[in-house]
């Protein structure tokens, strides 16, 4: 029982020598001896274990004091404990407190490693600040009791070793850059000099003077800088005069700014390479202009080129014409575009007749004698000619009671009905007069308003019914108001001299007014707007209401181009 009560305690070397020596004191039998040689060897392999585990703590310690910062370097070596005490196992371990020298050593390979001192190294002067700041580091985490330790007097040796050698560096280094920026000055110098000379030469006089300053700004030889003065002097001259041709070109004195630049600047050939501020404005604003050069603005805008530079600006925005402009100079630019029409039909004629509205599409006569219908999206969907002397100034209108033909009155009195879907005529009817108003249409009937005096009337037929002498369908003041046939639900204002050339709509509030140099439609607030040219002279235009195809109304022009129409904002 005692022999086995040992061998159970075997894992625990201690406690089963103990037990074997109570209970088995003096036996030496062959048996106790085996359990007793069994016992030591455990104790031995145990104390092995517990030596090794220390050593590699130690290693790790070792490892932190080369690898990481001072505190946790000193923190790991106080974190070690003291090494295990051993019975059977008779071995040494290093010391502890030699664990405090390999961070002054770390420190001094870190230092090794930079080198001879080289100059202007940012990289050795922030290692050399970096090991400066861990030596700090150091001093200021060791406790003064690990001053006792001879270890710790040692790295504190090595520390102010470390700071003399580094101040050394840095004195080393301060020589060898003083002795290298006196060098490398003589050379810029030389340098500076040659670009400023060759800056000048191509007329780059700003640039010019910005070396030779810098030549002024440094370390000079009294004779280099009575040499340098005067040339720098001359070319703030002439900058200044630039400055002042640059103000007077902004405020659109171009003439007097190329005037001023020719007389301060005499090599002829750097004027011409002189940049030139002028501004580009159109109507209306926010037009894509694009050069010859490949740069692209947006109206209105200011631009720099060369006094005698050419160049090739392209205006164009969605629903205007474009167009292209060669500026040979800076001078300031104005440019009108011209608005693209929504529609045009180019009559052979005069138009004096308001179009008439049919489905979406418009009938259209001239003084000529044409008549058209022409397409909402600006195609013809027939033509037709009626044979007249005079032509047709006043606008043909419909039967009443929804019907799809038209009466047409010529200027010399004669009728005839139209079929608007395929443009087929039926006539003429004499009517023996000129008409003087209308045709005039109601609910019932269509009446015209001869120049005999005498009212014709239509209801469905090209043969008239003449009404007798004193009856009158309309007043005096409608009937003049009609000369030229109904307004189709249209603003109208005709071309009289000396009468008024603008038209708001009532419709839109937009404004229509002809000018000399075109006709200009603004709206009623805000940006926006367009223009077109006039040819010859114009006749009428008329507001269109808005609608769903036009929300802001539809302006209608007739002059030489022959009747035109706009949309305020194109889609």
């Known amino acids: 029982n005692h022999f086995a009560e040992v061998q159970a305690l075997i894992e625990t070397p201690d406690a089963a020598l103990s037990a074997l020596k109570r209970h088995f004191k003096d036996d ?14 455990r104790q031995l392999d ?15 310690v070792h490892d932190a004091a080369r690898s990481n ?7 790991a070596i106080r974190s070690l404990p003291q090494p295990p005490r051993l019975l059977l196992l008779k071995a040494a371990y290093p010391p502890i407190t030699d664990l405090y020298l390999l961070l002054g050593e770390h420190l001094q390979e870190q230092l090794s490693e930079q080198g001879e001192v080289l100059a202007y190294s940012d990289s050795q002067k922030e290692a050399e600040q970096r090991l400066l700041d861990l030596c700090t580091a150091t001093e ?5 009791k690990e001053s006792r330790f001879a270890q710790v007097k040692t790295l504190k040796a090595t520390l102010a070793n470390l700071r003399s050698e580094i101040s050394g560096r840095s004195e080393d280094r301060f020589q060898l850059e003083e002795k290298n920026r006196h060098h490398q000055n003589l050379q810029r110098q030389d340098e500076l000099r040659e670009l400023a000379v060759k800056a000048e030469e191509k007329g780059d006089y700003e640039r010019a003077l910005h070396f030779y300053q810098e030549i002024l700004g440094g370390e000079l030889d009294p004779r280099v800088r009575d040499y340098i003065q005067p040339q720098a002097e001359t070319l703030s001259s002439i900058l200044l005069a630039i400055d002042e041709a640059r103000d007077l070109a902004h405020g659109g004195e171009h003439d007097r700014a190329l005037e001023l630049l020719d007389e301060r600047i005499e090599n002829k050939d750097h004027l011409a390479r002189i940049i030139m501020p002028w501004k580009v404005a159109s109507f209306p604003t926010g037009v894509r202009v694009t050069t010859n050069k490949g740069r692209s603005y947006t109206t209105p805008f200011e631009i720099e080129t060369a006094t005698q530079e050419s160049l090739e600006l392209t205006f164009s925005s969605p629903g205007f014409l474009s167009q292209t402009v060669t500026v040979d100079k800076p001078q300031d630019l104005s440019i009108y575009l011209e608005r693209t029409p929504e529609s045009t039909w180019r009559s052979a004629g005069r138009v004096d007749a308001i179009p008439v509205p049919y489905q979406g599409d418009r009938i259209v006569v001239d003084r000529s004698g044409s008549i058209a219908r022409l397409k909402r999206n600006n195609g013809l969907e027939w033509k037709a000619t009626i044979p007249t002397l005079s032509g047709v100034a006043r606008a043909p209108v419909f039967f009443p009671g929804g019907s799809d033909k038209l009466l047409l009155i010529t200027e010399e009195g004669a009728a005839w009905l139209v079929h608007v879907q395929d443009g087929k005529l039926e006539g003429p009817w004499e009517l023996g007069s000129p008409p003087r108003v209308g045709p005039l249409v109601n609910s019932s009937a269509i009446h015209v308003l001869l120049a005999n005096g005498a009212w014709a009337q239509w209801e469905s ?13 309309y007043e005096e003041e409608s009937s003049q108001a009609y000369r030229y046939g109904p307004p189709n639900g249209m603003q109208v204002l005709r071309s009289r001299e000396g009468e008024s050339s603008s038209l708001k709509s009532r419709f839109t509030g937009w404004s229509a007014t ?11 607030d805000g940006p926006g707007g367009f223009s077109t040219q006039i040819e010859g002279q114009w006749t009428f235009m008329a507001w269109e209401p808005a609608g769903t195809d036009c929300p802001e109304g539809r302006l209608w022009l007739s002059d030489g181009h022959g009747l035109r129409s706009f949309v305020p904002r194109p889609k």
């Not at 039998?29 to 007793?36: A, F, H, K, S």
């Open 28 to 41: 030496e039998t062959v048996m106790v001896m085996r359990l007793r040689q069994r016992i030591e060897k």
């Open 46 to 60: 145990i104390e092995n274990e517990q030596r090794q585990d220390w050593l590699n703590a130690y290693k790790d």
């Open 69 to 75: 910062t001072p505190q946790v370097a000193l923190e």
């Open 140 to 144: 200021e985490a060791l406790e003064d």
């Open 461 to 473: 037929t090209l043969q008239p019914e003449m009404l007798r002498s004193g009856s009158e369908p």
């Open 514 to 524: 002809v000018s000399p140099d075109g006709l200009m439609v603004t709206p009623p």
